[in-house]
């Protein structure tokens, strides 16, 4: 089922995957350059219906009229939090919410999740540090994006990622699977790892 839901900066769409007698809530949010089809999203949606979490596929509103290019930052954070309060007075009311995502969306997920109230947040393929270009020095990590989060984190990282591998921290787990930044190879060993650390939720 989907649902269009208004933000400040346009209609964002939301894919819902609801659990029998839900004990949680997943929100997701997909790449810069993709969609909630993601191999990764797809098999992790299908693991957190599984073990009893209502899953919410997350589209942002630069995704729904089809444009391709992402937006600054403050606006992304700005349509997710929209979105996920209109989904905690609706749809996943009274459910404790986990948030994640994939690649960019991750990055949402860590910056908004102390807003919405998340008890965790899931990141699949975090993009750690932008890898260099021709001629020119990486850009800056990301990792304090990562330590500011307060409540348990599970991070699921290709092990030849271009944007490398974030370091374990406080409340934060690392799961190392075969594949690059698109997590295609194995989205099932991405699956396990999410499912395993569920159950521990």
Same mark, same amino acid.
């Given at each position: ?111 908004? !999740?102390?807003? /919405?109230?998340? #008890? ?5 393929? =975090?993009?750690?540090? $932008? @890898?260099? %270009? ?15 989060? !307060?409540?348990? /984190?599970?991070? #699921? ?5 271009? =944007?490398?591998?974030? $370091? @374990?921290? %406080? ?31």
């Amino acid at each position: 089922m989907s649902v269009a839901l208004e933000t400040p900066h346009g209609e964002a769409r939301v894919h819902l995957h609801p659990a029998q007698n839900p004990r949680g809530a997943l929100v997701l949010g997909h790449g810069a350059g993709g969609g909630v089809e993601a191999p990764d999203l797809v098999a992790v949606t299908e693991v957190g219906v599984t073990q009893g979490f209502s899953v919410a596929l997350v589209e942002q509103p630069y995704r729904v009229a089809g444009r391709s290019s992402s937006p600054p930052a403050h606006q992304l954070d700005t349509a997710w939090v929209a979105v996920v309060e209109q989904l905690q007075e609706g749809a996943l009311a009274d459910l404790p919410l986990i948030v994640g995502g994939r690649s960019a969306g991750a990055r949402v997920a860590c910056r908004m !999740s102390a807003a /919405v109230g998340a #008890v965790a947040v899931l990141c699949l393929a =975090f993009p750690l540090q $932008p @890898p260099a %270009r021709k001629g020119k020095e990486p850009g800056p990590s990301r990792l304090a994006e990562l330590d500011e989060v !307060s409540v348990p /984190v599970l991070v #699921v990282q290709g092990e030849r990622d271009r =944007f490398g591998m974030p $370091p @374990p921290g %406080r409340d934060r787990e690392i799961a190392k699977v075969t594949g690059d930044h698109s997590l295609r190879s194995d989205p099932h060993a991405a699956a396990t790892a999410v499912a395993d650390w569920l159950k521990r939720r």
